[in-house]
């Protein structure tokens, strides 16, 4: 059967949840690769790394140029590295992530990737902590190194999907899964399906306010979400 759905996935706090991880790992690589020692946060929901980077480069005084902003990916990348083996005790997989992942990587309508703010690296560790990307296609997905604004990532992977699977994907048969308003706009800014999880930071009436054409409380009725999905 011909592949008609493409579910987009968040990471943080959709999938999984890291809460603490990110802020350390910028500190750290902030100081290896500035020397600077990171007093100001900026916001990580729902952003990409692009955004994030140049805010807390700008935040420190610090000019957020293309090669700096390499460096730093590089260090963030070395940190997650270096906490691999710890990773499956740092967080946890949400509830109901693996059997949902599970349940439509079985069904032969559907292809699973990422719109993620996450370096791809990243991605791939956080994920794998919990065997969360067995079921994805990881080389399609849209990840937060290109671009600052999130709803580019979205026709991003929609193209690397198109191309390697040698369909065409209307935005009505796009699925975005994610826990903010950011993943919501993303999704709604290309027409394509938004269902949202409050299992972050935003509450499910602000998701609704958002946008979201379905909001679950979160990921463990799999039947649920198969329901939003297909419609």
Partial sequence: MTKTRLVLWDIDHTLVDFTGL????YAAALAATTGTELVSYPDFGGRTERAIS?????????????????????????????????????????????EALKAFAGHDGVVQ??????????????????????????????????????????PHAVSLAAAKHGTEFAAGAVVVIGDTPNDVDAALHHGAVSIAVATGHYTAEELRAAGAHTVLPDLADTDAVRTAVFG
Avoid: C, M
Wanted: hydrophobic share 45%; charged share 20%.
């Fill in 113 to 154: 990737s990422l719109v993620t703010g996450n370096l791809p690296e990243i991605s791939r560790h956080k994920l794998a902590a919990f065997g969360l990307h067995e079921h994805l296609d990881l080389d399609i997905g849209g990840y937060g190194t290109l671009s600052a604004h999130r709803p580019d990532l979205v």
């Fill in 22 to 25: 990110g802020s350390a790992w």
């Fill in 54 to 98: 140049t805010d807390l480069l700008t935040a420190h005084g610090i000019e957020p140029t293309e090669e700096l902003l390499q460096a730093l990916w590089l260090a963030l990348i070395a940190e997650s590295e270096r906490a691999v083996e710890h990773l499956p005790t740092s967080g946890r997989a949400l509830p109901g992530a693996a």
